[in-house]
């Protein structure tokens, strides 16, 4: 087994290991079958599984993420990919109104155990269009679960997880960090949906973050503690289920809490999270909570704009070093 | 009747005995919950199939029991037509626990999955591209089944409607397209809204499907064109397409008078009654009218109990609200 394994190829083999496992897995989206995706993020399923398991299609996101729907409904376990997270609202009835709901309104008559995986985020340059932070868009709708890794060993682990869910996941891959690299996932490696990741203890502030603000909150964290700020740092990994339990423990020790959130303040997770710190641990609190998130406009293309919507390092230093004086 | 000969193709006469006494179950199924809603016991709304009844008797009758049927919210005929029991489907809209979804779906949400009725949807046109999944698994799965998704006019000017056809057509899946075209657009006549003159079957031809037109209103010419189809799907010959003509007797929902539709198109649809066709046929089979009127008494009989019935029925628990979100049965979001 290699040292490291490139985020983007965990994917890939995330999928895989779910596929060598359960004949019931199998794959449809643009471009994934003998191309690999255009993130690479399918490479090699195609060769080892073929065009009878990895299947290309149409672009066409209502028929991919439908058809998905339809195979789960019927026995099979699909994995559909959407190219880029916001192309999500090219088929945004199927996530919003048909695959949350159709078994609650069928009184429990139907299961949906399919994922949904989709290239998210931003940090690329892409503009607009191509590089939004979404994972709030699925927040917004009771009834599907929410995965966003930020390790290459998360990804194999909440790809089990997601795969062998009797339940819809929304599998958010960080654009940003498919080219990271990490430990490799030993074997049967499943990341229970739902399970956040304490990966800094701290005792002065505490940092909740998602996906590509994982690492950039603990690069804030080390810069903090430089200033002798010590920041426990929390990967939430899951927005539904979300493990409010894990942040509100580590409040009863820190008593200040900041969120860094790259989906926009207006709508973002945050806001969520927050309302259940208000309600179950105000007493927790010794200031005023804030939240890191992107601006609220569309992602601009230049460097330097995308820099000034979106969290930076910089951004979290001073919003923490501001709150510890609070 | 058990000596009775086959017609050429057709059933015989036993079986267009049951497929009208199916369709007339229909008929007084939508006549009560027409009247339960006047009544106030049926709240919100209501998309009556009244006239629509050979479309879903006629498919369900060239189908096998594992095949799926993906329907829409005017859907009650596809649900009892596939299994589901007038008591159950009014009991569900009435808002009763013993209706079909447990009262969490309502009338456009009827689903007999026992029966391979994978559900009525509301979005138009949503529920096409899970007709194709539906199909797709059945060909990865090898089990010789086919699913057909029914719609309405009004679906075929909506996407997902073309990436269905499209994404069947390519992977050449065991699928039917099957278009209850009444004319109407919800108050639109489908016609003003639409380039071609057949609103489905013109456009089977630019995705390379076989589109067929019949009489939605004839439940053996039904019967006869879906089986001609799934007998090609089921070949691997891939999906196909019919557009069913025909015509409802109620307005769009329960909100809709149709005052906008002439006066003499609705009287030449009435005489084209699907059971009045079949009456026809059964006639001219030899039956005796007698027999026909024992089948209307029988679905008379039926409907009446499951009004009483469904109107005797508790309401739901309170906490079943929070049920059935997730798998395990549950809602639970978070810790």
Known sequence: MADVITYRQAVAEGIAREMRRDPAVVCLGEDIGAAGGVFKTTAGLHEEFGSGRVWDTPISEQAIVGAAMGAAMTGMRPVAEIMFSDFLACCWDYLANEIPKVRYMTGGQVTVPLVVRTANGGGLGFGAQHSQATENWALTVPGLKIAAPATPADVIGLMAAAVRSDDPVVFFEHKGLLATKGPPAPPDHVVELGQAAVLREGDDVTLVALASMVPLALTAAERLAEEGIDAEVIDLRCLVPLDAMTVLGSLAKTSRLVTVEENPYQGGWGGTLVSIVADEGFGLLDAPVRRVAAACVPLPFADVLEAEVIPTVDKVVATVRDLTTY | ?335
Request: hydrophobic share 45%; glycine share 10%.
């Open chain 2, 1 to 335: 009747m058990t000596t009775a000969p086959r017609t050429a193709d057709g059933p015989d006469t036993a079986e267009l005995l049951a497929l009208y006494e199916e369709m007339a179950v229909i008929r007084r199924t939508e006549k009560a919950a027409h009247d339960l809603f006047l009544s106030g016991l049926v709240k919100g709304t209501t998309h009556l199939a009244a006239g629509h009844e050979a479309v879903a008797v006629g498919a369900s009758a060239a189908l096998r029991d594992d095949d799926y049927v993906f329907a829409t919210y005017r859907g009650h005929h596809h649900a009892l037509a596939r299994g589901a029991t007038p008591e159950e489907c009014l009991a569900e809209l009435m808002s009763r626990a013993s209706g079909l979804c447990g009262a969490k779906g309502g009338s456009m949400h009827l689903t007999k999955a026992s029966g391979h009725m994978l559900g009525s949807y509301a979005i138009v046109g949503a529920h096409l591209p899970m007709a194709v999944g539906a199909a797709w698994s059945a060909r990865l799965r090898g089990t010789g089944q086919i699913a057909v998704a029914f719609f309405g006019d009004g679906a075929t000017n909506i996407g997902a409607f073309h990436e269905a056809l499209n994404l069947a057509a390519v992977w050449k899946l065991p699928v039917l397209f099957v278009c209850e075209n009444n004319l109407y657009m919800e108050y639109t006549p489908i016609a003003d809204v639409t380039a071609v003159a057949h609103p489905a079957a013109d456009r089977a031809p630019a995705y390379g499907i076989p589109g067929e037109i019949v009489d939605g209103n004839d439940v053996v010419a039904v019967r006869e064109a879906v089986a001609r189809l799934a007998g090609r799907a089921r070949a691997g010959d891939g999906p196909g397409l019919l557009e069913a003509q025909t015509y409802r007797h109620y307005g769009h929902s329960r909100a809709d008078p149709a005052t906008y539709r002439p006066a003499e198109e609705v009287e030449r649809w009435l005489k084209h009654d699907p059971l009045d066709v079949a009456r026809g046929r059964l006639a001219e089979l030899g039956v005796p009218a007698e027999r026909v009127a024992e089948a209307d008494e029988r679905a008379a009989a039926v409907v009446q109990a499951a009004v009483e019935a469904a109107k005797n029925a508790p309401a739901p628990d309170p906490r079943e609200a929070l049920t059935d979100v997730w798998a395990d049965g549950g809602a639970r979001w978070r810790t």
